[in-house]
């Protein structure tokens, strides 16, 4: 493939594939990601201006191993299930999750589905949708048939405003009267202090959204109710290095660490 230019927000997502790719070529892998190496090595990208660090990539494998097992939970208890993944970039888990969904949709912006395609090819039941998750119509596209519909936002909701966030929720709402969400969110204070990280200071994005309470959504009059927290600090800390490990572990014993970036699920209608 050829040489790509994304501006922004929409460059970040080569972030976790790159990360993804790394972890491919790891002794032990977390996520066994083939496809995110294979597209690594067909863009014509200079990955090295992202100055990615390890704890990043360690950072997206964890949190796409996270959401995966969460997907792959939920398929394997509500059958017949659309699973809806707002802001997909080139992630692939379509393929390492999506195996028993009777219907995927990936959403992304129209620039990034082109490059999609390039490597995700549609078939009966995996369709590709390019369209910012902010803009009205795209929604009516998807189906509102199926009865158990999960809602899967990656590394999305922290670059959207309060007011953006609670229109798509409210939008998803009526299109399916009741869904599941599974969002990773920031804290204020890692909103606040994100525009420093070394590879999001190269995409120049500069304003992020956090909360702390997770039941701040309840408030929103949309119909949400919180199900559970997922923290990094606690998943699969096993399968670490042993630095890494006691970092983790560490981290564990404080809630502004614990808090700093997690997995939000909620039931919505």
């Not at 009865?147 to 998803?172: C, D, P, Q």
């Not at 309840?218 to 630095?243: C, D, I, S």
């Amino acid at each position: 493939m050829g040489k790509i230019t994304l501006t922004q927000e929409k460059e970040t997502l080569l972030i976790p594939l790159y990360g993804k790719a790394m972890d491919y070529q790891a002794k032990n892998s977390l996520l066994g990601d083939k496809k995110a190496a294979e597209i690594v090595s067909r863009i014509d990208y200079d990955f090295s201006r992202l100055n990615i660090q390890n704890k990043t990539n360690l950072m997206m494998c964890m949190r796409a191993g996270m959401l995966d097992d969460i997907t792959k939970e939920y398929l394997g208890t509500q059958k017949n299930s659309l699973v809806l993944h707002l802001g997909c970039g080139l992630d692939s888990r379509c393929i390492r999750a999506g195996q028993k969904a009777a219907a995927w949709y990936d959403v992304d912006f129209p620039e990034v589905i082109e490059i999609r395609k390039a490597f995700f090819a549609e078939t009966k039941t995996y369709h590709l949708v390019g369209s910012s998750v902010t803009q009205a119509g795209w929604i009516e596209t998807i189906p509102n048939s199926f009865e158990n519909v999960l809602v899967i936002a990656e590394g999305l909701m922290m670059y959207l405003k309060e007011a953006e966030i609670k229109t798509l929720i409210s939008r998803l709402k009526s299109r399916f009267s009741s869904f599941e969400m599974v969002m990773d969110v920031y804290s204020r204070l890692t909103a606040k202090s994100a525009k420093n990280h070394p590879s999001i200071k190269k995409t120049g994005v500069n304003e992020f959204w956090g909360m702390d309470d997770p039941k701040t959504l309840e408030t929103w009059n949309l119909g949400m109710a919180h199900q559970r927290t997922v923290y990094f600090t606690e998943y699969n800390l096993e399968r670490l290095k042993p630095a890494d490990r006691r970092i983790f572990s560490l981290a564990n014993r404080f809630k502004l660490a614990k808090n700093a970036h997690r997995i939000e699920m909620y039931r919505v209608g």
